[in-house]
T-cell receptor, first 117, second 110 residues
Framework: GAVVSQHPSRVICKSGTSVKIECRSL??????MFWYRQFPKQSLMLMAT?????????EQGVEKDKFLINHASLTLSTLTVTSAHPEDSSFYIC?????????????FGPGTRLTVL | AQSVTQLGSHVSVSEGALVLLRCNYS??????LFWYVQYPNQGLQLLLK??????LVKGINGFEAEFKKSETSFHLTKPSAHMSDAAEYFC????????FGKGNQVVVIP
């Protein structure tokens, strides 16, 4: 139980294009989803927290117009990297926290490797 | 604010030997503590968690951790290392927004 998927697992795009990453909770409803960024050999950095049906809360230093987050349902959140540049290349990981019985733990997706050329 | 300290970015352990990864936390509220494992190019898998119940927590793959409030610690142990334990291990403190430690890269020596 408590499985989170991400799609795509890997994406390569040209500089200036936009990329959308999906995060789904497969067997539970996620009231809150989180988006992290991880650079090579480093820890996870929280980018934003999204609650279903409301605007995401971004961490200090994260550009909300560049990293658009939508949490339209209890099982789906999306991260869109707009006008991507090479410095946006990274490993993006989402996590989901559920409702009753699953509220104290974040369950992580497998991650999306973004490479911007 | 909450934070976690993990010392020793790289940890080498012989196959069959004890695995010990140290985690010290700082929290202004009763903490929820987690250990996650990450294999290359994958997401994080929950190993175990402490959420104010028993202080000795058993997790998957033979790992366990003990919450010690007086020492603000939540060290992870496994009695006998296996080659499949080679991975990155992260300690995190919650309960809301998780704060992660820098991680320990565990190398198992045959």
């Amino acid at each position: 139980g408590a499985v989170v998927s991400q799609h795509p697992s890997r994406v390569i795009c040209k500089s200036g294009t936009s990329v959308k990453i999906e995060c789904r909770s497969l067997d539970f409803q996620a009231t809150t989803m989180f988006w992290y960024r991880q650079f090579p050999k480093q820890s996870l950095m929280l980018m934003a927290t999204s609650n279903e049906g409301s605007k995401a809360t971004y961490e200090q230093g994260v550009e909300k117009d560049k990293f658009l987050i939508n949490h339209a349902s209890l099982t789906l959140s999306t991260l869109t990297v707009t006008s991507a540049h090479p410095e946006d290349s990274s490993f993006y990981i989402c996590s989901a926290r559920g409702t009753s019985g699953l509220t104290d733990t974040q369950y992580f997706g497998p991650g999306t490797r973004l490479t911007v050329l | 604010a909450q934070s976690v300290t993990q010392l020793g970015s790289h940890v080498s352990v012989s196959e069959g030997a004890l695995v010990l990864l140290r985690c010290n936390y700082s929290s202004s509220v009763p903490p929820y503590l987690f250990w996650y494992v990450q294999y290359p190019n994958q997401g994080l898998q929950l190993l175990l968690k402490y959420t104010s119940a028993a202080t000795l927590v058993k997790g998957i793959n033979g790992f366990e951790a003990e919450f010690k409030k007086s020492e603000t610690s939540f060290h992870l142990t496994k009695p006998s290392a296996h080659m499949s334990d080679a991975a990155e291990y992260f300690c995190a403190v919650g309960p809301e927004r998780l704060a992660f430690g820098k991680g320990n890269q565990v190398v198992v020596i045959p």
